[in-house]
């Protein structure tokens, strides 16, 4: 499913943290392209600027210096205001820490984010069943997080971020905290949504051999900067040598 | 987020986290119940004294005199540039323009005089007695004098009754002399009834204008007419006698401008003692003036409020009038008035500062541990303004309630205080008193309050929480 279409563009994107005197660059000048419908793996070492780069993408942080063109549009340029809205409409996130509302059933966490975006009342429980069904939790709705195995309950994050019906699916190590059993049954998810729904899947992770089977690229960051950004080589990585760990 | 999804997400954190919230939410209650208890108490107080120290009539009056009464040969001697025209005379046209000062209640004359009194006691012979006779207006029933009046007040401005002080009802009934001066005990009820409906006759002399004829008319109200024109100020004295009955016995003279030497033991009502044209020693004044009409000499105004006195008194003064009021005694005693008044705002200001602080710090420290919610949110879509509602909604939600468990906890905390004050009270023998009072404008203003001041407090975490940065708050732990 794979398309020409530019869905992310990050043009020398920078985040500075100043600690006292000193400046961290958790990003360092990243420049990617990710086309519609792929399935990006991020690797690297830890503290590479991996989530870093993610959450920049989200709309939940902002970049010190460059754009992130998503769809065309500048994601620095946004209010914050329009950023809350790019999140609702455009994105699905999906975390390590699962981060479902513990005091939620699944149905109500599922239903959270159609809340903000203000979606017909009369048509939320269709998409909150629609969306369990997809990851296999139907028979689970009225269950709180905590009655729920890792898996479940990464399964029941994967449907609340897809009920917005997101472009973008980005997924910061969803295998992190699950064995691997587990973990590729939502790699095996992630994967379904890819190719039946088209979603453009970014996603973090440790694992070089989840990454190689699952995603259809990979890119690799190093001390904030890309050191391979997998087949689409860009003119900022071109020189640079890709031999990661 | 639409408002009915505000409502549902806070009406379901609010139900979800019951020992967070409902610990903020006794704090807000504690806040208000404090708030409740001080200013009900305050109020109360303020009430108790103003209304003992008003009922003891001390302090709300004003007494008026015309300046000449103060001016000895002596003075007319030293100024004799001091003309009688500057001198104000206190007449009628002076009590009406009394009567006009905003926060007068009454302006009444002090009428004073010693009469032969009339008496039979139990059926037998008629016997005089003499007594110091004080005109009361009706307003002195509520003076603390007539507290424990036996019998009734006045029926009436102009009723022909009396009420007799106690030590003069022993005289009476012709107690032996030594018991009559034990005026702190009250006349036992039987003694009273021997009183109390039976006639008393006053002989007294009357200021009788002369209408051309050198004999008074017996008609006094035509005599009064005539005088207020200023037709004529020469009158005679004539002989009167007048039936009063006894409607009351009271142990304490009440209070009713500058005591004079000798105490009054009778009391009739200003009305009825205005209507006798008594002979005044100011009558006499003005003969040998030979000023306009009927002037009085000494006139008492009466304020709804202690604290308006001293106004009062100084716009009187303006007019050129001598005035003397208690609070002239004692400034420290205007200063009770003032930290009454003062007492309410400072204490009232003290539990707004400790409410508030209470509400804030709850609310704060619930953000602090709802971090990671916010930051999920706000990872989901929500906008700052949709946490910023949302916190907002759960605030206010406390407050109202925080403020009616407030107002009643408060109400029952002053309930207590005055139980326990009564209980102290009574056993050193002091009457009881109600220290504690709830009007309806406290209630709802304390409900208002928490309302605002939850708001108000939920403004900043509020928008704390919605500029939380949802990267931190997700940082996992
Ligand atoms: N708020 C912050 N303040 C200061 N430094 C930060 C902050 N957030 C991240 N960093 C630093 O930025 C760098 C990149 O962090 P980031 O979390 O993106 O790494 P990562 O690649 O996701 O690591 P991991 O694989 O462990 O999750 C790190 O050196 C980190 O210490
Ligand atoms: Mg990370």
């Known amino acids: 499913m794979r398309s020409d279409l530019e869905a992310i563009k990050t043009i020398d994107v920078r985040r500075h943290y100043k600690m006292g005197t000193n400046v961290i660059s958790a990003v360092d000048g990243v420049s990617l392209t990710i086309r519609d419908g792929e399935f990006a793996a991020l690797l690297g070492t830890s503290g590479s600027g991996k989530s870093t780069l993610m959450n920049l993408i989200a709309g939940l942080d902002r970049p ?8 065309g549009r500048d994601l620095a340029q946004m209010t914050s205001e329009e950023l809350a809205k790019y999140r609702r ?3 699905g996130m999906v975390f390590q820490s699962f981060n479902l509302v513990p005091t939620m059933n699944l149905a109500e966490n599922v239903e959270l984010p159609m809340r903000f975006a203000e979606v017909d009342r009369a048509e939320r429980n269709d998409r909150v069943q629609d969306a ?6 139907s028979a689970r709705l009225t269950h709180r997080p905590s009655e729920l195995s890792g898996g479940e309950q990464q399964r029941a994050a994967l449907a609340r971020a ?13 295998t992190g905290n699950l064995d691997s059993k587990t973990g590729e049954e939502i790699m095996n998810l992630i994967q379904e949504l890819n190719s039946t729904l088209g979603t453009t899947v970014v996603m973090v992770t440790h694992e070089r051999a989840l990454a190689e089977r699952y995603a259809t690229r990979m890119i690799f960051l190093g001390d904030g900067k890309v050191l391979d950004a997998g087949e689409q080589l860009t003119t900022a990585t071109v020189n640079i040598a890709g031999g990661v760990q | 987020m639409k408002a009915y999804d505000l409502v549902e997400l806070a009406g379901r954190n609010l139900r979800e986290a019951v020992l967070r919230n409902s610990l903020t939410t006794i704090g807000i209650a504690v806040g208000v119940a404090s708030l409740v208890a001080m200013l009900s108490l305050g109020v109360g107080l ?9 009922r003891s009539g001390l302090f709300d009056t004003v007494i008026v005199a015309s300046k000449q009464d103060f001016r000895t040969e002596d003075d007319r001697r030293n100024r004799p540039n001091m003309q009688s025209g500057e001198i104000k005379s206190l007449d009628d046209t002076a009590r009406q323009t009394f009567e006009k000062i905003s926060g007068v209640a009454e302006v009444y004359p002090e009428i004073r005089l010693t009469a032969e009194l009339r008496f039979a006691v139990d059926g037998k012979a008629e016997r005089p007695h003499f007594a110091a006779i004080t005109a009361l207006p009706t307003s002195a029933n509520n003076s603390e004098a007539f507290e424990d009046l036996q019998g009734k007040f006045f029926s009436g401005p102009k ?3 009396a009420i007799v002080l106690g030590e003069f009802a022993r005289e009476l009934l012709e107690m032996p002399e030594d018991t009559r001066q034990s005026d702190k005990q009250k006349l036992s009820n ?23 004829s050198a004999i008074a008319p017996s008609d006094s109200n035509k005599a009064k007419a005539a005088d207020e024109a200023g037709a004529n100020f020469d009158f005679s004295v004539v002989r009167r006698e007048k039936k009063l009955k006894i409607v009351g016995v009271v142990n304490t003279e009440p209070y009713g401008g500058m005591r004079s030497v000798s105490r009054g033991r009778v009391f009739i009502p200003t009305g ?5 044209n008594f002979m005044q020693p100011s009558d006499l004044r003005t003969l040998m003036r030979a000023s306009k009409g009927k002037t009085y000499m000494t006139l008492i105004v009466r304020a709804n409020k202690p604290t308006q006195i001293p106004v009062i008194q100084e716009t009187i003064k303006k007019m050129g009038f001598s005035t003397y009021s208690m609070q002239d005694a004692s400034k420290t005693l205007r200063y009770v008035f003032i930290f009454l008044d003062m007492f309410l705002a400072i204490f009232g200001s003290l539990a707004l500062a400790v409410a508030s602080l209470g509400i804030m710090n709850t609310l704060v420290m619930a953000i602090l541990e709802r971090r990671r919610e916010i930051g999920i949110m706000k990872a989901l879509g929500a906008s700052d303004i949709d946490v910023k509602k949302l916190f907002f909604v759960e605030a206010g939600a406390m407050g109202v309630l925080g403020g009616v468990l407030g107002t009643s906890l408060g109400w029952t905390i002053g309930r207590v205080i005055n139980f326990g004050t009564n209980i102290w009270l009574q056993r050193q023998d002091i009457p009881t008193e109600n220290f504690w009072y709830v009007p309806w404008w406290l209630v709802v203003g304390a409900m208002v309050f928490s309302v605002f001041v939850s708001l108000g407090s939920g403004l900043y975490p509020a928008s704390r929480a919605a500029k939380l940065d949802p990267v931190q708050a997700l940082r996992h732990d």
């Open chain 1, 64 to 71: 010190s210096s460059g754009s992130i063109l998503v769809h």
């Open chain 1, 89 to 91: 409409h455009t994105v």
């Open chain 1, 132 to 137: 369990l069904k997809r990851v296999r939790l």
């Open chain 2, 159 to 161: 009723a022909e009754e």
């Open chain 1, 162 to 174: 897809l009920v917005n019906r997101p472009k973008l699916l980005l997924a910061d190590e969803p």
């Open chain 2, 272 to 276: 009825l003692a205005e209507s006798m």
């Open chain 2, 46 to 54: 303020q009430q108790v004294f103003g209304k003992r120290l008003g």
């Open chain 2, 190 to 212: 039987e003694d009273a009834n021997r009183l109390i409906g039976k006639e008393l006759t006053l002989r007294y002399a009357e200021r009788a204008t002369n209408n051309e």
